[in-house]
């Protein structure tokens, strides 16, 4: 079961928002057939994009991240609701590239650090609110980082992760974003920071030990809180009447063209494995005046 756990410092001083986003990450690689350097970079956005859109207020808000580092993956877009469940896909799922010397799949080379990591928050109302930064590593985590600090100035630590078996399912996938409010010294950020260093990777955490584990440890002698929990899951929201909506672009005689063709239109959502077949009793449906 995927979970986001949320915990405070007793001094209210640290936040920190948590996730084990397995199952989802393992459902992406499934619908997107990805390889693993793209299930790590996809999987990693995916935690981030949950985290951060479980933070937003109201039930329809919803946050859309999209990575564009001019790598072999291509862009990256994963969008989140409110909750935190997501979905999402990478341009190019099927790449693949030698491992880094360390034995680690490079996710910075397969996404590139040529280009801008996006976030756009839409609140429901009125025009969506964006902010971009330019990219670190083309690692992801530490694009995040630096996004929270320039685009949002708060000191963020982030760690995001995804441990990919040899059969290439996925194994762990996770991470955390702990911030630093209003009010916390230097002293809490060095305590922070050794923190982080101290627990290591994210993924052998999630191995070991729950999501709840890897928050109250980051947040190691802050008398830390459990805030609260919140099941995700890899949800998509596409339907017929969507589908229809964006085949209004496709001109008519196209419509028509393919219609003839095969006696049917079949359309996939990006985001999920579905697919959503028109046939010529749809006819009236698809093609309007
Ligand atoms: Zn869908």
């Known amino acids: 079961m995927d979970k986001i756990v949320r915990a405070l410092s007793k001094d209210g001083l640290v936040k920190i928002s948590a996730v084990d986003l397995r199952d989802a990450v393992e459902r992406a690689r499934n619908i997107h057939r990805t390889l693993p350097v793209v299930t790590a970079a996809l999987g990693r956005t995916m935690c981030a994009a949950s985290m951060m859109g479980n933070a937003l207020k109201d039930a329809g808000d919803s946050l ?10 291509g862009t990256i877009l994963v969008v989140s609701d409110s909750r935190g ?25 397969a996404v590139g650090r040529d280009g801008m990591l996006t976030v756009i928050r839409d609140l429901g109302f009125g025009e969506p609110v964006s902010g ?10 530490e694009d995040f980082a630096r996004y929270f600090v320039e685009s949002e100035q708060v000191p963020t630590a982030c760690a995001l992760g995804v441990l990919v078996d040899r059969d290439q399912h996925v194994l762990a996938a996770g991470g955390y974003i702990a911030q630093l409010l209003p009010g916390a010294g230097e002293d ?26 890897v928050a109250l440890r980051i947040l190691e002698g802050f008398e830390p809180e459990l805030v609260e929990t919140d099941e995700v899951t890899y949800r998509c929201n596409c339907s017929r ?20 063709e095969d006696g049917q239109i079949e359309v996939k959502c990006r985001f999920c494995d579905k697919a959503y077949v028109f046939t010529d009793a749809d006819r009236e449906l698809l093609i309007k005046d």
Do not use: C
């Open 241 to 260: 009447e969507r589908v229809l909506a964006a085949l209004s672009g496709v001109s008519r005689e196209d419509l028509n063209n393919m219609l003839h």
């Open 188 to 213: 809490t950020a060095a305590r922070l920071e050794e923190n982080v260093r101290k627990a290591g990777p994210v993924t052998a955490q999630l191995m070991s030990g729950t999501v709840e584990d």
């Open 132 to 141: 971009a930064t330019q990219l670190v590593s083309g690692e992801i985590a």
């Open 85 to 109: 469940n997501v979905r999402g896909y990478a341009q190019n799922p099927q790449i693949d590239l030698p491992l880094r010397p360390d034995g680690k799949l490079d996710v910075g080379r």
């Open 64 to 73: 859309t991240v999209r990575i564009n580092g001019g790598g072999p993956v």
